[in-house]
């Protein structure tokens, strides 16, 4: 779907659109601080935390893990943040799903540019390689 790229942001987009943060997904690169670096694309609801200190950093084998910077995120995908999908990663990059992305009966995710989306149902996702489904890759926000 369209959407105005000045609405991209998962908040802004969900006010301005009529969607749930629950049923919005946010696609985030993800950086293991090793040489070499390693990345994963995680894609986890909005209305919880990516557990990047102690999941993710297990999952990479690595002493310090963070978020990619939006350079790096846009070397790497060749998107900006904002719009960043699963959909057209590069082949050898792992994408992590949070379990609870899948009991969602539709989901909105970035559509690739600031100024698209994808809405359907989570199992677009499992049609992808590379898909691991990881339960505890991210935390509810707390109130």
Same mark, same amino acid.
């Given at each position: ?17 009529g969607?749930?943060?629950?049923d ?10 090793s ?27 690595t ?6 910077? $939006? ?8 998107m ?14 792992p ?6 992305v ?7 995710l $970035?559509?690739g ?18 898909v ?11 109130s």
């Open positions: 779907m369209a959407c105005d790229p000045d609405l991209a942001d998962t908040a802004e987009f969900c006010e301005a659109y969607f749930a943060a629950e919005s997904a946010n696609t985030i690169l993800v950086v293991g601080k040489d070499p670096r390693v990345y994963a694309a995680c894609v986890v609801l909005a209305n919880t935390r990516l557990d990047v200190n102690k999941t993710v950093r297990k999952r990479f084998g002493r310090k893990a963070s978020f990619a910077p $939006g350079e790096e995120t846009e070397a790497i995908t060749g900006t943040i904002g719009g960043v999908t699963p959909f057209g990663l590069p082949d050898d990059l994408i992590w799903v949070d379990a609870a899948m009991t969602r009966e539709r989901i909105v $970035g559509g540019s600031r100024d698209r989306k994808v809405v359907g149902a989570p199992s677009i996702l499992t049609a992808l390689p590379h691991e489904i990881v339960e505890g890759l991210a935390k509810p926000i707390p």
